[in-house]
């Protein structure tokens, strides 16, 4: 029974994996990998738990939330809200900052392969730089603020299958942030020389209302989530933002550009399967398999491998989170487990925006493994920070 178990979680792994690589949809390879651990290893109970997982209120709220962040994206990017913010950064800032502030802010778009759109504006500003500094630029500051992006996709997740506040994991990801941004200042202190910043007045006048359809949602969910369930906040937050989105320009046929299914979809996959592993008990069996590692390192190092093998952070700790739940009993493991899934995605060479920067750029290898270098250091890093909180 117990070594059967475990072949057949193997089994929807490989075949979630494999979907994923040769599909390149998640959403499929969750759902075909639910169906072999529902018809081999849960049996008669499948049924039942499909049942519970599609009337269950979480999974449609959640579902709910993702499409409503590809709808707000959607919005601020046809309505020039990003453009005009970065138009008023560019006066402000220096080269180096503004290097950094591109991808940055561009990152919080969740769109796939989004990386693409950065990558001309730091190849445009960062001009005389080497195509492996251009690379690393555009790939690591594109994903520093989206790990502690409230409204990301990722995060929501994360923070709903542990059960920590939105405010909780914000706090222990923090330090980790920190030292994603001590990486990429040293990076660009090092190789991109020191240049003034541009005192255009038109360019560098920044208003506060493209910042508003974004602020405004974070602030609202940060602060409805001490007293509200996570999901609730973000279900209230979002179609404000979206309301915001709207009144500067907005129009209808942005709104339903930005109407997107995969994603949604790749949740309710996302809680079958996790209710399919904790139903087959082979959660259990894995974890006593490997009780001779420490937790902590089972943790960090479990994630950081199936996300490198995804390339995806939600379908990462979708996959994980039921074979973890157990050792994940707090804030501090949970931002622990979630840094190791996204680490792990971002060095993925899967990853659709490492894949596409690294095609625009065509920098020499040595670009991406110091990038892998950098990232396995912030991954060692994050778990010696762990220790000592």
Request: charged share 10%.
């Amino acid at each position: 029974m117990s070594s059967f178990t475990l072949a057949v979680l193997a089994v929807s792994f490989a075949t979630v994996v494999g979907l994923t690589i040769w599909k390149k949809n998640i959403a499929l390879g969750l759902f075909a990998g639910s169906l072999v651990m529902g018809i081999l290893a849960v049996r008669d109970l499948f049924l039942r738990v499909l049942a519970e997982t599609l009337i269950d209120p979480l999974t449609w709220s959640l579902a709910a939330i993702m499409l409503m962040i590809g709808m707000l994206a959607t919005l601020m990017k046809r309505n020039g809200q990003i453009k005009e913010i970065l138009l008023g950064l560019e006066g402000v800032l220096s080269k180096r900052a503004l290097l950094a502030s591109i991808p940055a802010i561009l990152g919080l778009l969740p769109v796939p392969g989004g990386a693409l759109i950065s990558a001309p504006l730091v190849k445009e500003k960062g001009e005389g730089l080497k195509a492996m500094d251009l690379f690393f630029i555009n790939i690591w500051f594109r994903h520093m603020l989206v790990l502690i992006f409230p409204i990301a996709s990722s995060f929501v997740l994360m923070s709903e299958l542990a059960g920590v506040s939105i405010y909780r994991l914000l706090l222990y990801l923090l330090p980790m942030t920190g030292v994603t941004l001590f990486i990429g200042a040293a990076y660009l202190i090092l190789r991109v020389g020191k240049s003034e910043k541009r005192n255009d007045r038109e360019r560098g006048r920044i208003g506060i209302l493209p910042f508003l359809p974004i602020a405004v949602p974070v602030a609202l969910s940060i602060g409805l989530s001490f007293i509200l369930p996570s999901y609730l906040a973000f279900l209230i937050a979002l179609p404000v933002g979206i309301g915001l989105a709207m009144l500067n320009n907005g129009k209808l046929s942005h709104l339903r550009e930005g109407v997107a299914f995969k994603l949604p979809l790749s949740i309710v996959g996302i809680f079958l399967f996790k209710n399919l592993v904790l139903a087959s008990g082979a959660a259990s069996e894995i974890l006593a398999l490997f009780s001779f590692v420490p937790p902590t390192l089972l943790v960090s190092l479990f994630p950081f491998i199936i996300g490198f093998l995804l390339g995806s952070a939600p379908g990462t700790i979708g996959l994980c989170y039921p074979v973890m739940a157990d050792l994940i009993d707090g804030a501090g493991v949970a931002a622990l487990f979630y840094i190791s899934s996204f680490l792990g995605y971002m060095i993925s060479p899967l990853h659709l925006c490492l894949a596409l920067t690294y095609e625009y750029y065509r920098p020499e290898f040595r670009g991406y493994l110091l990038f892998l270098a950098a990232s396995v250091a912030a991954a060692a890093i994050a778990n010696l920070i762990y220790y000592f909180m």
